[in-house]
T-cell receptor
Framework: DTGVSQDPRHKITKRGQNVTFRCDPI?????LYWYRQTLGQGPEFLTY????????KSRLLSDRFSAERPKGSFSTLEIQRTEQGDSAMYLC????????????FGPGTRLTVT | AQKVTQAQTEISVVEKEDVTLDCVYE???????LFWYKQPPSGELVFLIR??????QNEISGRYSWNFQKSTSSFNFTITASQVVDSAVYFC????????????FGKGTMLLVSP
């Protein structure tokens, strides 16, 4: 399977704990995006990378959130001191390059903060 | 700022009925792309179609067809002879080509097709 993969698929954590999600984009895709989706809503943009450079961050990405893509391949999204409001589906997508506007999504990581 | 509106929250049809999902968008940019994605219960967003703002030609792919009308800022999606497997949430999305390339999604329309 050469699609976008995400790990874990589900994560249950207690409020205040830190969590980290991983995303592996489609091979050779330069751009990688993170979105958050809450129940009944469409995905909302969080941040994106061009290779290893983080080019844009949404206002939704508070100081407790940090994302990295150290070698321009996989990416991690970390949430520190989780809050119940962080409960959502976290989606990762990738696209070939800056001229390719089709984004291909992974299966998502569903986070539940208790 | 961009905005995508999908006024239909949920649509229920019986198998073999035709159904149209509405999408209205707002942008001040003249160059943009419109998309439709399907999100089945498994959660993964599946890309269906991309349409360039300069190409208003309608498109048909099997039972799916799309009607893009710039005059009304709409990009509607029709499923002909719906099937149970079409049950999913469908999202319309917009991306402008200037600046950073991030998708703006609508809230989605849940389609329930019953046998």
């Amino acid at each position: 399977d050469t699609g976008v993969s995400q790990d874990p698929r589900h994560k249950i954590t207690k409020r205040g704990q830190n969590v980290t999600f991983r995303c592996d984009p489609i091979s050779e895709h330069n751009r990688l995006y993170w979105y958050r989706q809450t129940l009944g809503q469409g995905p909302e943009f969080l941040t994106y990378f061009q290779n290893e450079a983080q080019l844009e961050k949404s206002r939704l990405l508070s100081d407790r959130f940090s994302a990295e893509r150290p070698k321009g391949s996989f990416s991690t999204l970390e949430i520190q001191r989780t809050e119940q409001g962080d409960s959502a589906m976290y989606l990762c997508a990738s696209s070939l390059n800056s001229n390719s506007y089709e984004q291909y999504f992974g299966p998502g990581t569903r986070l539940t903060v208790t | 700022a961009q905005k995508v509106t999908q006024a239909q929250t949920e649509i229920s049809v019986v198998e073999k009925e035709d159904v149209t999902l509405d999408c209205v968008y707002e942008t001040r940019d003249t160059t943009y792309y419109l998309f439709w994605y399907k999100q089945p219960p498994s959660g993964e967003l599946v890309f269906l179609i991309r349409r360039n703002s300069f190409d208003e030609q309608n498109e048909i792919s099997g039972r799916y067809s799309w009607n893009f009308q710039k005059s009304t800022s709409s990009f509607n999606f029709t499923i002909t002879a719906s099937q149970v497997v079409d049950s999913a949430v469908y999202f319309c999305a917009l991306i402008i080509t200037a600046g950073y390339s991030t998708l703006t999604f609508g809230k989605g329309t849940m389609l329930l097709v019953s046998p």
